[in-house]
């Protein structure tokens, strides 16, 4: 296929992709545009796209409002710390599955993922209330197992099917050259795993940032993070487009830049073994 | 690799995450079973907190409400129709960007931009600044053309939130299609082309089956996700206008009604459904995983 | 020694203007330290009934409206309000709000600001039409108006009223207005009463003149949307709560300002108008480890002198209104809010402990305060909701409305 | 019906000039085997004649008409790939079936043509089988089978056997000449492995670089290398090629002279030298003897009988008229 | 030091029993091949000696201490895998010095041992880069320097070179041979390649199924196999093998003639038959011979000079003393 591609077809293709891209990629840059907008021009109409007075009035208002950067702070904390003590969790626990497999691993790898089905508003109330118990409702900490635990099927289903392309022989090569098991996965599996481990990471990063259940209906204040900043902005008062693109501005923002700039590793790893 | 010492070992590595994951499951699903059988309705006057035991009543009235019923179709259309976009437009989109072109790098992260873009903020930038009917965007594109803007969140609230979600959804079905595609053996294209088959023939009989187990995964994936959808419905319609999902149902139950008991019936049942629409979709996944 | 409050407030203008003002408070009391959880109304509501009702204790105030105060005054989850500091001036307050705020004598809530509903519009397009508003209209007059005003070409619109479901969305306004039509929500023995006549009434009217003279898209329209649109100069009429005034006179936020009138809630000569009673109140929950402190926040919050310091800071029209006797004394208020008289008229003209037409079992005016009511209204709501979304007819939606209600009452135990 | 020619073909990947001008005349009917280094451009040549990749200039003529710009599935060539590109999902049938389908043949007639296929390939037993349940020469035949059910005008084969084991390549090498033997269409084949060049070819070409070294019958190579290149490409075990002053006496830069034909003595010869590592075959051993003052060892045929350890002297006694000659650019000299 | 005994070993994967009770002993310093056919249980066997996977059964001797319960790394054997299985993420140094930092080496003496290693393989100049950038061939002298810096006992090769081309396969073959006779080591070398085998090993064992067909010196397994399984496995081209009256009139069921040993001829011999494909290597044709009446067609060696083409008749004779009898269990009758 690697016959000469004209000129023309690629122009199509350029175009057509460009098109699709920019109509996907619209909504999101359309918010960005708005939020430096007064919220007369916000709503106008027809619309204005690039040509207005450009303002930060809006994102004033909005740290005036919320303390931004405490939400932040929070929720990279517990998207960080939720997505590192799940990998740590998730590393041995692959190993196992696509090195050691038993006649039940599939299945455990199933029942695991099926967990993930469990309704959370189903449970909202058994986990707040052990929440209670403990004593660590609105705290970082707890968020940060929560949210792991979400998580938790998808690392080790992403991790184990990046383990599984790594040959075998070169664990026991590891093995035979006299390595312990904790040095063959430090220093043999790991560093071999390193794209989808990287993979792993961002995309659990993305999900714990986004989600928006427990993080909000578990947390107060000491750990709410940007998904609660979030849910004082749905329907403020009064014309509010321009200071919700604000403030929507802010909420992805973080998340948006790092996917962006991982996005090859990203992409690279996102495969969930689909790809053979 | 399968030694005797290798086996416990992996035991041994194995049992955090599975102790853990377990007690994730149990806990909760013991307590909710548990409230599913009682009465529990903390506001109620005089409130009940689990008070044991009232039977099948939780399940046979959450199970007879009509809205029950309701909301399994809900549920199954927007997952349905969701799926349906994002591996339909997945599959088109990813072979458009397997395509030489200039600047795909790009184009792909204006893509993959949805993906990352929290569902709350993604509800309500195209609920207000999209498909509000007076000011929204596509209000004023409709006007363009002269054409009556259309109500979406009333008019079609359903198809609206599916067009929110797909938009959200879409880029992680490109993806996966997308690499799956370029893993694609050229060999197997070229030999096809020898044999006579035109594009289009090529996609049908060689492309499309090559992605299927690519398909699997991101339809369990994504149902896994979508059958939790939440934030997007409650920002949007509230669960009105037929847009209430099993998951919005329970969520009006216990912590609208704050009728627990009754709630937490209906999660069992969720529980229940869902797990069948899983162990339909792992016995595909898990034929795959084999291969 | 500092103690930490934790505030849940709900996001709307005057709240936020207190997150802004925190400052006087922290002066006055150094050794108390405030957090902010802002919440949406929804969100909050929910936040908060979830943690009250398992006590998890995480906010030491709380922002709630009438309708949770007595049921959660009568659960005893309250901390009792009775012993205010000195100087707090309780019998200030307007007796009509006091009153929902008061289980069995003992005030559990200080109201923060009240609100009830009256009709806004649009002198400029009343004028154009050839009509008078009255100080108190008819729904008859309502309805003329609107068609005479309503001009879809201009994107005008006769009249925008609440069309979003949940009970305290479509469902206060729909409920006040059935109160002016006669009906009610349960007889005396906890009937049902959507298959009456005047409910039907009800119904058919709201779905007529929103059909034919409302804004698109009505039926997600809530209290947000349709002050967005009338500060935009696309509604000729608006019929909400009262705070709604201070925000469409402001000439900063709203292109119409300065041809605003106000009316009474219109009502069918029946003996009740259509409009409602609320207030959003401070309370602090059993649950709190710092009841002295938060008492303390609650006093500052809802004084005098807080209503001076906003005049102060922000000028008399944005002082939070409705709560108190001595606000509507003052002259420097009444002239910068040309509302102010016709608030106090409407929540004087509110009843919450007889509100319907008939006599009923329960109290609250556009609501009605039992626990059940949220879902329940939130559920009727959503029928109403899905009838002015075109999908089914009044008729449909009102047996359904019976049919749930009848079911979620006779599984509360009530029948 | 199956006359393919070259003219002036050249192919670039954009600065790297991977076919210089080359022109070659394949006869109808004729087994032609492409050999060389990996990376000489054989894959390419083929696949130029595929038509899977454009010439960047010249013409390629099939039957005596321009075909350089039409498309792959209307040369009526069929291609049989490395990989075997079979089609993973589909059973041995409808993959053998596939052009058949393409080409729009009735139902009917595609079953006879598969049957037919499968009988001559022996497949019948895994006709209904994925290619995944094959084996690696099951797999082969199947994609032997693809090709010919086409009836095409000549057949591709690049690389065919590499992916398989040993002795599994030996069968297949020989039901493929078979095949050749029975069909009588153009075969162009490619691989590295000269003995499969040496005992499928009618033809060899060998390329070095995208440049035609030598054309010519296995034996013609064998016997008359036209320069050192193919004098060491062809053979096994390699022509010991000598330089220096043993060159010299024979009035050449280097000489060469395959292991099969030098005879080993114990007592008398012309080179002495030790011996070095031993390969015993049964039928053969192969001797790599050190002779002194040279740098390459010398490899030596010895046919069963002589019994040498490792350290032992040996003397070495080329056959005078089977030594080659070459001069200072490498080419043969008579 | 590197006697390595196997005592009545078994191994069954759940309910397949894979290796039967087999008993074995290893020399010191020798080099023994195990051959067989795919599937046979050669690498399970490796990995049983080298504690990759568990025996069933039975108990496994180093030096004559048992090493049955030793983890892998206690052995004092090193594994040469056939991926080569080097650590991708580390260069060509620190892959050989990775056994030599697991055992808590000083960097002094890791590094003394790593160059002489680099020395003795050739691999001074790629010391720094990494697998990805070596040629097939690199990559396989890097796994064997990981192998020889720990100075083990023994040496485990798992078919080394199947992933190599031809031509490389022949100079790696000699360079192990080599650095066996330099190192003197025991080496315990899998393939299923028998010409590897016959080349390289001190002792062949031959598998099949789990089990030893016949263990000896390669030319003792071409000279005298044990059985129609060794004849037809030790050999290339394979042994002919004759059934029905031919074998009758030498008293067996089966006899066998090796390619070699027979003589053809246009004019006279024992056998008449007609030549199907003939394969000209150059120094050798060979000719598959239908034989009116056999099954099978016959392959005979012949020395270059005879020309016989398709369809010509030809005469075969066998030596008389090379030819193999064997009675109806396939066994070998003298
Ligand atoms: N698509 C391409 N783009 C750029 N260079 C290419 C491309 N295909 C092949 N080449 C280059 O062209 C040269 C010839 O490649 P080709 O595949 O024809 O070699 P080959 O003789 O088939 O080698 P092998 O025996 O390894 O298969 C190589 O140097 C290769 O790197
Ligand atoms: N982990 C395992 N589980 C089950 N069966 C196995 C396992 N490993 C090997 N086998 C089986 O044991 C038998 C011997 O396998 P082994 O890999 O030792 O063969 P081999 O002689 O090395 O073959 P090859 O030449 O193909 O490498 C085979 O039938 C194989 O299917
Ligand atoms: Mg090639
Ligand atoms: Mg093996």
């Known amino acids: ?276 | ?291 | 020694q500092e103690t930490t409050l934790t505030i849940a407030t709900v996001n709307n203008g005057d709240m936020i203007r207190m997150q802004g003002l925190t400052e006087d408070f922290t002066e006055q009391h150094p050794e108390i330290a405030l957090e902010w959880v802002t919440l949406e109304e929804n969100v909050l509501r929910q936040r908060v009934t979830q943690d009250i009702a398992t006590n998890g204790g995480q906010f030491d105030v709380m922002t709630i409206g009438t309708y949770e105060v007595p049921i959660w005054g009568q659960q005893g989850w309250l901390v009792p309000l009775d012993d205010m500091p000195e100087g707090y001036d309780a019998d200030d307050i307007l007796p009509a709000i006091a009153g929902g705020l008061t289980v069995d004598g003992t005030l559990y809530a200080a109201p923060f600001y009240g609100e009830s509903s009256m009709v806004m519009y649009r002198t400029d397009l009343m004028e154009e039409a050839g009509l008078e508003m009255p100080d108190a209209p008819t729904w008859e007059f309502i309805k003329e108006a609107a068609a005479a005003m309503t001009d879809e070409e201009a994107e005008i619109y006769g009249i925008c009223l609440r069309g979003k479901a949940g009970w305290g969305e479509n469902m206060a306004f729909l409920t006040a207005m059935a109160n002016s039509y006669g009906a009610r929500w349960f007889d005396e023995e906890w009937n049902a009463q959507f298959d009456t006549e005047a409910w039907s009434n009800t119904l058919t009217d709201y779905l007529d003149i929103m059909t034919n003279y409302g804004p698109p898209g009505a039926a997600n329209n809530g209290f947000n949307e349709n002050l967005a649109l009338f500060q935009q100069g696309k509604c000729g009429m608006w019929i909400d709560a009262t705070v709604a005034a201070s925000f469409v006179t402001n000439p900063d936020e709203s292109e119409v300002a300065d041809s605003v009138g106000f009316a009474l809630a219109p009502d069918n000569g029946l003996g009740k108008r259509g409009n409602w009673l609320w207030a959003w109140s401070l309370a602090v929950p059993a649950g709190s480890d710092a009841p002295d402190a938060a008492k303390t926040f609650i006093a500052w919050a809802t004084s005098k002198e807080y209503t001076e310091l906003v005049a102060e800071n922000e000028g008399w029209a944005n002082v939070p209104p409705g709560t108190r006797t001595s606000l509507y004394e003052n002259q420097e208020y009444l002239d910068a809010a040309p509302f102010a008289q016709m608030t106090l008229e409407s929540i004087q003209a509110a009843d919450p402990t007889n509100p319907a037409v008939d006599p009923v079992p329960y109290t609250g005016v556009q609501f009605v305060a039992i626990p059940e009511f949220a879902g329940i209204g939130t559920q009727v709501g959503q029928e109403f909701s899905a009838a002015l979304a075109g999908q089914q007819s009044a008729e449909e939606a009102l047996s359904n409305a019976q049919a749930l209600t009848e079911d979620e009452m006779s599984a509360a135990g009530y029948n | ?334």
């Open chain 2, 1 to 291: 690799m399968a030694t005797q010492h290798s086996r416990s070992a992996a035991r041994l590595m194995m049992s955090p995450a599975v102790i853990l994951l377990l007690g994730w499951m149990l806990v909760p699903l013991i307590m909710t079973l548990y409230f599913s059988f009682t009465d529990y309705r903390p506001v109620a006057l005089p409130p009940t907190v689990a008070e044991c035991c009232v039977g099948f009543e939780n399940y046979v009235r959450f199970f007879t409400a009509s809205a029950f019923m309701d909301s399994v179709w809900t549920t199954l259309i927007m997952v349905g129709g969701i799926l349906a976009i994002t591996v339909v437009g997945g599959i088109l989109l990813a072979i458009l960007l397997d395509q030489p072109m200039w600047g795909q790098g790009v184009v792909r992260i204006l893509v993959i931009a949805p993906f990352f873009v929290m569902p709350t903020v993604s509800a309500l930038v195209w609920k207000n600044m999209f498909m509000d009917p007076v000011n929204g965007l596509l209000t004023h594109l409709w006007e363009f053309f002269n054409a009556t803007p259309i109500n979406w969140l009333t008019d079609v609230p359903l198809f609206s939130i599916i067009m929110i979600v797909s938009w959200q959804w879409l880029p992680f079905a490109t993806l996966i299609l997308l690499t799956a595609i370029q893993s694609l053996d050229s060999e197997q294209l070229e030999a096809a082309e020898m044999d006579g088959a035109p594009a289009i023939k090529r996609f049908w009989y060689i492309i499309l089956p090559h992605l299927a187990r690519a398909i699997t995964v991101v339809i369990l994936i994504q149902t896994i996700f979508l059958l939790s959808i939440f934030a997007e419905i409650f920002v949007t319609t509230n669960g009105a206008f037929g847009t209430r999902t099993l998951t919005y149902l329970v969520y009006q139950r216990v912590l609208e009604s704050q009728n627990v008991g009754l709630g937490s019936a209906g999660g069992i049942l969720a529980v229940i459904l869902a797990n069948i629409v899983a162990i339909f979709l792992m016995r595909i996944v898990g034929k795959n995983l084999d291969a």
């Open chain 1, 1 to 276: 296929m690697a016959r000469a591609v004209t000129t023309q077809k690629k122009a199509i293709y350029t175009v057509a992709a460009w098109g699709i891209g920019l109509l996907i990629f619209f909504p999101i840059l359309w918010t960005f545009l708005t939020s430096f907008k007064t919220e007369g021009t916000a709503v106008a109409d027809p619309p204005v796209f690039l040509f207005f007075d450009w303002t930060t009035d809006n994102y004033t208002v909005v740290q005036e409002r919320s303390n931004y950067m405490r939400y932040l702070w929070n929720s990279v904390v517990i998207a960080g710390g939720s997505t590192l003590l799940g990998v740590i969790i998730a590393v041995p626990a692959a190993w196992s599955m696509a090195f050691v497999p038993g006649n039940r691993t599939k299945d455990i790898l199933l029942w695991m993922l099926s967990t993930k089905m469990l309704p959370a508003v189903g449970v909202l109330y058994p986990i707040y209330i052990v929440l209670i118990r403990l004593g660590v409702l609105d705290t970082k900490g707890a968020l940060i197992v929560v949210v792991m635990m979400i998580n938790l099927p998808i690392i080790i289903w992403m991790l184990y099917t990046y383990f599984k392309e790594i040959p075998v022989d070169i664990l026991e090569a590891a093995r035979m050259d006299g390595a312990s098991l904790r040095n063959e996965i430090i220093h043999v599996l790991t560093p071999m795993a390193i794209p989808g481990i990287a993979s792993t990471i961002l995309l659990n990063v993305i999900l714990a940032w986004n989600e928006a259940f427990w993080t909000l209906n578990l947390t107060a204040d000491d750990a709410a993070p940007l998904t609660a900043f979030i849910a004082s902005y749905s329907s403020p008062e009064g014309l509010f487009y321009a200071k919700l693109s604000a403030a929507s501005t802010m909420a992805i923002a973080p998340i948006l830049i790092l996917g962006w700039f991982s996005q090859k590793q990203l992409v690279r790893g996102l495969t969930f073994g689909a790809v053979k």
């Open chain 4, 1 to 334: 019906m199956g006359r393919i020619t070259l003219d002036k073909v050249t192919k670039s990947f954009g600065d790297v000039n991977v076919i210089p001008p080359l022109d070659l005349t394949i006869e109808d009917g004729e087994f032609v085997v492409f050999v060389g280094p990996s990376g000489c451009g054989k894959s390419t040549l083929l696949r130029l004649i595929a038509g899977l990749e454009d010439v960047s200039s010249g013409e390629i003529r099939i039957d005596g008409t321009d075909a350089t710009n039409l498309p792959p599935a209307k040369r009526g060539l069929a291609m049989v790939f490395q990989s075997y590109a079979l089609y993973p999902h589909m059973s041995v049938r409808k993959n053998i079936a596939f052009p058949l389908k393409m080409a729009g043949l009735s139902q009917q007639e595609q079953d006879d043509r598969v049957n037919r296929a499968a009988e001559v390939l022996n497949l019948k037993d895994y006709i209904d089988r994925r290619p995944g349940q094959l084996s690696g020469g099951q797999r082969q035949r199947v994609a032997i089978g693809r090709a010919i059910v086409r009836e095409p005008s000549a057949f591709l084969f690049d690389e065919p056997l590499s992916n398989l084991d040993a002795a599994l390549r030996v069968g297949m090498r020989l039901e493929i000449s078979e095949l050749h033997n029975r069909l009588e269409t153009t075969m162009i084949y490619v691989t590295h492995d000269q003995v499969e060049a040496m005992t499928m070819a009618d033809k060899i070409v060998v390329l070095r670089a995208g440049n035609i070294e030598q054309v010519g019958s296995p034996l013609e190579l064998y016997r008359t290398p036209r320069n050192l290149f193919v004098a060491g490409f062809i053979g096994s075990p390699k022509m010991n090629l000598i330089g220096g002053a043993e060159a010299q006496k024979h009035g050449a830069t280097t000489i060469g002279i395959r292991p099969e034909h030098i005879t080993a003595s114990t007592e008398s010869g012309e080179w002495t030298g030790t011996v070095g590592v031993a390969e015993h075959l049964g039928s053969d051993t192969f001797f790599h003897v050190h002779v002194e003052g040279w740098k390459e060892p010398i490899t030596v045929r010895v046919d069963g009988e002589l019994s040498l350890r490792h350290g032992d002297k040996v003397m070495l006694t080329p056959q005078a008229e089977r030594i080659h000659k070459f001069d200072a650019n490498g080419l043969r000299v008579e």
